[in-house]
């Protein structure tokens, strides 16, 4: 396995700042990205890196040439916010044509994307799922053709057994699953039961920890803010455990979204490397 980070960690510095959220000293375009990860103290620690795509300029040269400059595995990711709701067929292939060629030549081997997000949870997931199955029968193809799997990510839009579902209807090998296992907490489903439902399925997986916060409903899937990786409510080393039972030497890639207020002062940057830490003392623990 390899440990690593998921840039939409860095969601406030891209400019995308949740209500309630303080503003950062300053905004990043991608060359200061980079340039932070360069600069790590605990750089050794990242052994891959996640780039979500909708936090990339248009100019295909600048991603390429600013990408070069990482000696670290990538992967990109497709689909925030909203995945396919709210885009068109051409749109989404146009843009899957252009992804799955920056995945092939910076040598990436996984395209993330997702179905929709958590805004549309409360809405029929029928309608979803079918127009899932539509875009994937256009997009499954092109993936293949550029040598690049697509993996699903369970957004907070659907549950394990329709993520599942969706990936058995095609039963192809460039489509599989990537796990969140914060947002698997969030529609009470268990990501230990993933990795068995999925098992060499399993093409990436996000490493999020996450507590529930006070002043939301019982039933609220928003209720949980990140917390640091081994201090929330995930069982980190029994999914490390299972991972290895699947024999799984993917990327491990910590993520934060909404950070839970008892751990905002803390930051993302420190929250990330006592992640990056604690995930590499599990993975140390049976090597």
Request: hydrophobic fraction near 40%; charge should be negative; charged fraction near 25%.
């Amino acid at each position: 396995m390899k440990i690593g980070i998921d840039n939409y960690s860095y969601h406030r510095y891209f400019n995308e700042i949740y209500p309630g959220q303080s503003v950062p000293d300053g905004i990043w375009g991608l060359s200061d990205f980079v340039d932070h990860i360069l600069n790590l103290p605990d750089i050794e620690l990242v052994e891959g890196l996640s780039i979500e795509t909708c936090f990339l300029p248009d100019d295909d040269k600048t991603i390429l040439s600013q990408l070069s400059r990482l000696s670290i595995p990538l992967v990109f990711q497709w689909g925030h916010p909203d995945g396919f709701m709210g885009k068109t067929l051409k749109d989404v292939l146009e843009e899957m044509k252009r992804f799955l060629e920056l995945n092939q030549r910076l040598g990436c081997e996984v395209l993330r994307i997702v179905v929709s997000s958590i805004s549309y949870f409360e809405q029929p997931h029928g309608p979803q799922i079918s127009r899932a199955l539509d875009f994937l029968e256009k997009i499954l193809p092109l993936a293949e053709s550029h040598a690049v799997k697509i993996g699903l990510e369970n957004h907070a839009d659907l549950y394990l057994s329709e993520i599942s579902s969706i990936i058995k209807e095609f039963d192809s090998p460039f489509l599989g699953a990537v796990l969140d296992t914060g947002n698997f907490v969030r529609l009470k489903n268990n990501p230990r039961k993933a990795i068995s439902v999925f098992g060499e399925k399993v093409y990436l997986v996000h490493a999020k920890d996450v507590s529930i916060m006070p002043g939301y409903s019982p039933d609220d899937p928003q209720k949980y803010g990140c917390v640091p990786a081994g201090q929330g409510d995930i069982d980190f080393p029994g999914i490390f455990e299972d991972l290895r039972s699947i024999s799984y030497d993917g990327m491990v890639l910590l993520e934060i979204s909404r950070m839970h207020p008892d751990f905002e002062w803390m930051g993302e940057i420190k929250m990330l490397s006592r992640g990056l830490r604690y995930l590499h003392s599990l993975r140390a623990e049976k090597d």
